[in-house]
């Protein structure tokens, strides 16, 4: 896992999640997921994309078929938000940080204004925010682009 969004498999992203909420702060809220996964990316696609990508048939061998693999996540993730629904981010936390490459690992967090920040991350809240240590302290930041940084 990268934060917030992606899915990696050996540090090449192979599907991202993207989730929406809408509704009142105090009042109801309705949440928007949407899972894109790569299960077989042609040559030409996969020459256009200007980052670390791979697909499930090249991490499988087989290509899928889309329908029992959307049925098998639609289970899962059913499964999933239920417990969330009862529990909360905090019942998946200690996995995801386990999961999570970037994982005390020195990045540049990359705000939409084109500022940046370096630290080490340090974990995740339990709302989901990203958890930094930089030279002011541990700090929470709830949107951003991590990059690691080469070590040279």
């Keep these: 896992l990268k934060w917030p969004n992606d899915v990696l498999y050996n540090m090449c992203k192979v599907a991202g999640v993207l989730i929406e909420l ?67 981010f905090s019942r998946f936390k200690q996995e995801w940080v386990a999961h999570h490459c970037c994982e005390n690992k020195l990045v540049r967090l990359g705000f939409p204004d084109g500022s940046s920040l370096d630290g080490v991350i340090h974990g995740v809240a339990d709302d989901g925010s990203l958890l930094v240590r930089t030279s002011a302290g541990v700090q929470s930041y709830n949107s951003g682009e991590i990059t690691l940084y080469k070590m040279e």
């Design 22 to 88: 809408h509704g009142d702060m105090l009042g109801p809220t309705m949440a928007v997921i949407g899972v894109g996964i790569n299960l077989k990316l042609s040559n030409i696609t996969h020459a256009r994309i200007d980052q670390g990508v791979t697909d499930v048939y090249s991490i499988s061998g087989e290509k899928p078929d889309r329908n029992r693999f959307l049925a098998a996540l639609l289970i899962s993730l059913t499964g999933a938000l239920r417990e969330f629904e009862r529990e909360g």
